[in-house]
């Protein structure tokens, strides 16, 4: 086996509707996540560390922040003379409407980067499922099952999304049936991670196939209509793996990493997450500062109350302020004796001394980029 | 031959730096650990490239494997450059014999083709083993203005310091006058930095002379410095009020960590203009439990805290397991405290195990002749047993076992 005999593709924008204001000024793989890291450095990490060295990001809008995050691919040691990350974004307006039909759309922008690319397989991502997943195992298990498709699945609840795909019945990890889950479907199932792995030449074939026939979805014209002609194997990923489909997805699946058991499967020793490195000094605990079961990111100085939070870097706790159960992006500042519960601050957001905000366990406030309370 | 420079900078970082004891057993004193996230290179290296010299040459000589590693090809400095950069500079063999670095001049001296393949007006000679933040380019500024030889950075260190200090005697036009190397009755407080200028084809001559000269310990402070003193070069105190320390010694360098959380200290590491960079490795936010009480401290990535620190800094990857308490101390990379121990006045260097009951250090208070106190060091990837004591001022190198009496 060959690592770097496989192409990544990460689809940066997918789902971004979901997250409402949060997505607003941002693609969905560039949403801070769990303190440190956006969402792209999770599955990104995951490529690299599986000896990928080629990755295409591909883009339809919003990508400034993204562009910024990733750079020239050096935190992910993707600035290579030869390979190493590329940068897909829209190439013209049509294009950018095929874009918003969908994954479908988003890859027939792309088969001219597919065609340049002399890597034998694909495996495809999009951003919003946080896990640190051993890809070259996936990879390995791909092969093994002599499988035409392998997609990586998790067993839970059926997340909110458009065209989510469901295995209904899987024999030796065979899929054997799948469905679109609909908006209503309740409980817990065997539900797509959407990281598919194929050959290169089987998604580009299934592409003109699509192509002629004017599908519209990745999901349901090519994976969900060829269940029975093509040997698709599913790959069941056992370990911390929350997808964000909303706003509350995106909070619970934040504090999930205050358990210490959720932090040991997603930092992998050996396994690392790379993240665009910042040159902040460590966090610096005043005197009388009080903080418990959070995890703080460097950079910050916190001299208040924090309990139950995650707090990016660079943020400031002011004396007397009390944050509990929050997530606070990069930058943020909480001046003394302000009191805060249940929030979401986007980055760069200050709340001026004094004042409280609330929300529920279940609906927390949401405070958009730059915001002044 | 690339593009030529208008300065460089030389950064000697070849000591052995013997006064810090076990902590330099296997690295040399500019890798030692600084500061939560930090070594203390990553001070002149980022002075440098935030001063705009990108080209410093990195004389090292004793353990040079960690450092070399840590520099690497300079990129977390912006200092892996098309032309220039940061190099590595250990003695080599050439034509005439191969021979160590006898001194910090020879050290510049033997590197004299380095240096001219830049073709440099001015080079900078700076010292690996300070914790500061200076603008070389303000001190380049001052030279040029002066049209001096030689530039000395000065700071006024309290009077009775002052003798620990090489000192210099400056007129008010900012000329030194005189020199005195530790002396026991100071007649000046301006000491001088290890921090130097030099108009390169000035310093290149008195190199070549040095080193022709007989019984030379081909030393700047001792050799190089006062022959151009006595030869009427034109030489300059530069003066600097900012925060400096020389971290020589443990207590020194047990003091600049602690210097971090003491406001008066005049040390700011978050100024976004003139930041310290180092190199980082992908690491998690730190996970402080319900359990822990953190006070007046700094912890970086990767820690994992569930018991109680008090004024001390957390390197990265630190484990403080519940109910140890962690006070007035400087734990690095790696280490981990475990349940109910107790770690007071103390380093804990790189991947050190204090098992649970141990205690080690001891608070001056508690202590009835302040001359048997000191900073206790305990010895990288060394395991210190259930229940040991390790008392003030001790160095230890090897895995005590629980229940040894220290």
């Known amino acids: 086996m060959r690592a770097n005999n496989i192409l990544g593709i990460i689809f940066a924008n997918a789902y971004d509707n979901v997250l409402g204001g949060m997505t607003a000024p941002r693609a969905m793989g560039s949403v801070p996540f769990g303190g440190s890291y956006r969402l792209i450095d999770f599955t990104l990490s995951n490529m690299v560390n599986a000896g990928i060295d080629k990755v295409g990001v591909i883009t339809s809008n919003n990508y400034q922040s993204l562009m910024d995050h990733l750079g020239n691919g050096k935190p992910w040691d993707l600035a290579r003379k030869h390979d190493g990350l590329f940068f897909l974004p829209p190439f013209s307006a049509q294009e950018l409407e095929r874009y918003n039909s969908g994954r479908l759309g988003a890859l027939q922008n792309n088969t001219q980067f597919l065609e340049m690319s002399n890597e034998e397989y694909v495996v495809m991502s999009d951003c919003n499922a946080v896990m640190n997943i051993d890809l070259r195992e996936v990879f390995r298990y791909h092969l093994e099952k002599n499988a035409d498709i392998t997609m990586v699945y998790r067993y839970g609840s059926v997340p909110k999304l458009n065209n989510r795909l469901v295995i209904d019945k899987i024999t030796d990890g065979r899929v054997c049936a799948m469905s679109i889950a609909t908006a209503d479907r309740e409980g817990d199932a065997n539900c797509a991670a959407n990281i598919t792995i194929m050959r290169k030449a089987l998604l580009e074939s299934l592409l003109r196939e699509a192509n002629a026939s004017n599908a519209a979805s990745f999901e349901r014209d090519v994976l969900l209509k060829n269940v029975t002609n093509l040997r698709i194997f599913g790959y069941e990923f056992k370990e911390f793996c929350p997808i964000i489909d909303s706003i509350q997805t995106y909070f619970d699946a934040n504090f999930a990493l205050l358990d210490e058991k959720n932090q040991k499967q997603l930092f992998v020793r050996g396994r690392p997450i790379y993240t665009k490195v910042y040159d902040d000094m460590p966090v610096v605990y005043g005197l009388g500062s009080e903080v418990k079961n959070s995890l703080v990111a460097d950079g910050c100085v916190i001299d208040g109350i924090v309990e139950n939070s995650i707090v990016f870097r660079n943020c400031r706790i002011a004396k007397g302020a009390v944050v509990r159960n929050c997530v606070i992006m990069p930058s943020g500042f909480v001046a003394d004796d302000a009191t805060l519960a249940n929030c979401i601050l986007d980055k760069d957001v200050t709340v001026r001394s004094g004042r409280t905000l609330s929300g529920a366990e279940t609906y927390p406030v949401y405070l958009a980029k730059g915001i002044r309370v | ?406």
């Open chain 2, 1 to 406: 031959m690339g593009a030529k420079k208008e300065c460089i900078a030389m950064l000697l970082a070849g000591g052995q730096g013997s006064r810090l004891g076990i902590l330099t057993h296997a690295i040399a004193k500019p890798a030692v650990p600084y500061g939560g996230k930090y070594r203390i290179i990553d001070f002149p290296l980022s002075n440098c490239t935030n001063s705009g010299i990108d080209t410093v040459g990195v004389l090292t000589q004793y353990q040079p494997l960690a450092l070399n590693e840590y520099i690497g090809s300079g990129q977390p400095w912006d200092l892996d450059r098309m032309d220039g950069g940061v190099h590595i500079l250990s003695p080599y063999q050439q034509i005439k014999g191969s021979e160590w670095y006898k001194g910090t001049a020879n050290a510049i001296y033997q590197n004299i083709n380095f240096i001219d393949r830049y073709d440099p007006e001015y080079v900078a000679v700076l010292s690996g083993d300070h914790i500061y933040k200076m603008d070389y380019s303000e001190m380049l500024a001052f030279h040029k203005e002066h049209d001096a030889a030689c530039t000395i950075a000065m700071m006024e260190v309290p009077w009775e310091e002052a003798s620990r200090f090489g000192l210099m005697l400056v007129d008010d036009t900012g000329v030194i006058t005189e020199f005195e190397e530790k002396p026991k009755n100071p007649r000046s407080n301006k000491a001088s930095m290890g921090v130097y200028m030099f108009t390169w084809k000035k310093l290149r001559a008195y190199l070549i002379a040095d080193e022709a000269k007989e019984g030379s310990s081909n030393d700047f402070g001792k050799d190089v410095i006062p022959a151009m003193h006595n030869a009427g070069e034109r030489m300059f105190a530069y003066r600097f009020d900012g925060y400096w320390k020389d971290v020589g010694t443990i207590d020194s360098l047990w003091e600049a960590n602690l210097d971090l959380l003491n406001p008066k200290a005049n040390i700011d590491l978050t100024d976004p203009d003139w930041r310290i960079y180092a190199k980082n490795s992908a690491l998690p936010p730190h996970f402080v439990s319900k359990d822990a009480c953190v006070q007046n401290s700094l912890v970086s990535g990767g820690c994992c805290i569930e018991g109680n620190i008090d004024y001390s800094v957390m390197f990265a990857n630190v484990t403080v397991e519940e109910g140890a308490n962690v006070r007035y101390s400087i734990v690095m990379p790696g280490a981990t405290v475990k349940k109910g121990a107790t770690v007071q006045y103390a380093m804990i260097a790189e991947g050190a195990v204090i098992e649970s009951g141990a205690v080690v250090g001891e608070d001056p208070e508690q202590i009835e002749d302040l001359a048997n106190w000191g900073v206790t060091v305990i010895g990288s990837n060394v395991n210190i047993g259930e229940n040991v004591k390790i008392p003030a001022k001790a160095m230890i190198a090897e895995d005590v076992k629980g229940g040894d009496a220290q």
